[in-house]
């Protein structure tokens, strides 16, 4: 007579055998959530994916024997959140032709929403007609982005915020100064006053020596040419103080050393600089080495060519975790401006 197993001496009869180990199940990767770059900064599009735990999308950019680009991506993007690095530097013509055609190329591939990772924003200088019959060149490139097929965009340090106003597209202006502040709070400045180079800078110097808890300066600078500044004077006291330059860019450097000159005329003891964006075109590295400044700190916005890697005056700072910081936050519809409080 055959026995008959009741369902409770069954499930006793599991339990009493040797269960199988379970194994922890890998975190879900986003697949819908890509970053990629252009030519113009692969170094710090990888850090703010190595920051983000992503891989760098796959995409081919190479140029014809005529110096015309051309473009490819090499995996899917259907319906995918794009973040696509790439500082508009020199040689800066050529950055924002891959730039628009990377965009294009994400558009006529389906991808969700393509949001345009600009950690330095050229032709942001030609925001005006300040002479007759010119253009305003800035006002076109945001136009060109938006045409290219840009959902929004991601800037570090517009020359102006009111830049803002040219795109048709939302745009995030994230500040480079947390990451500063935090530098120079560290270097401990003994007397330390904050200078504005001229008068357009002085909310970006005035929130700098806020969070510094220092006293603020302003240099009246009037401007003779192209790239060329005749320093003027010094508001504020300077004598027997530390003095922080801080701007949102340095090109040919000749505006900052003729600030350190002035400052160091009206008595201050040390002077310093920092700047969100390293153009340093021209003879720049060379007339910061042979200034009276003792450091300049840049951010990684834009790479440094071999001279100015080996000019000990300057100091960079990576701002891979800020930029990953931003934009994690649009692809969770987080707040951004809280990076830069």
């Known amino acids: 007579m055959a026995s008959v197993v009741t369902a409770t001496e069954k499930k006793a009869a599991m339990g009493a055998e040797e269960k199988p180990e379970r194994r922890p199940q890998r975190a879900r990767v986003d697949e819908k959530f890509k970053i990629f770059c252009g030519t113009a900064n692969e170094p710090l599009a990888d850090e703010v994916c190595a920051f983000l735990g992503l891989t760098r999308g796959q995409a081919s950019v190479t140029r014809f024997s005529d110096g015309e680009a051309y473009v490819q991506i090499q995996e899917n993007v259907r319906g995918a959140d794009v973040f696509v690095l790439q500082p508009t530097c020199q040689p800066v013509d050529s950055h924002l032709m891959e730039l628009l055609l990377m965009i294009d190329a994400f558009k006529r591939a389906s991808a969700r929403r393509i949001t345009a990772v600009i950690p330095y924003f050229g032709y942001a200088r030609q925001d005006r007609k300040d002479k007759p019959r010119v253009p305003i060149s800035s006002k076109l490139v945001a136009d060109l982005l938006t045409t290219a097929g840009a959902d929004r965009a991601l800037i570090v340090d517009l020359h102006a915020p009111q830049l803002q106003g040219f795109f048709n597209i939302p745009v995030d202006n994230l500040f480079a100064s947390p990451v500063l502040v935090d530098y120079f709070r560290r270097a401990n400045l003994p007397n330390l006053t904050v200078v504005s180079p001229d008068a357009g800078g002085v909310e970006r110097a005035r929130f700098f020596a806020k969070k510094m808890d220092s006293a603020l300066a302003i240099v009246d600078k009037r401007r003779v040419d192209m790239n060329v500044a005749e320093v003027m004077h010094v508001i504020g006291d300077v004598r027997g103080r530390t003095c922080l330059v801080i701007d949102d860019l340095i090109d040919t450097a000749g505006t900052l050393v003729k600030t ?7 008595g201050a003891t040390e002077v310093y600089a920092c700047a969100s964006h390293a153009v340093l075109s021209g003879m720049a590295v060379e007339n910061l080495s042979k200034s009276s400044i003792r450091e300049v700190v840049v951010t990684n916005t ?40």
């Not at 350190?260 to 009206?266: G, Q, S, V, W």
């Not at 000990?312 to 990576?318: C, E, H, N």
Request: aromatic letters at 0%; glycine letters at 4%; proline letters at 4%.
């Open 302 to 341: 834009i790479p440094l060519s071999e001279d100015a890697r080996r000019e000990p005056k300057i100091k960079v700072l990576t701002i891979a975790g800020l930029i990953g910081r931003a934009i994690q936050s649009i692809h969770e519809e987080t707040s951004v401006s809280r990076l830069s409080s």
């Open 260 to 266: 350190a000159n002035a400052l160091i005329e009206n």
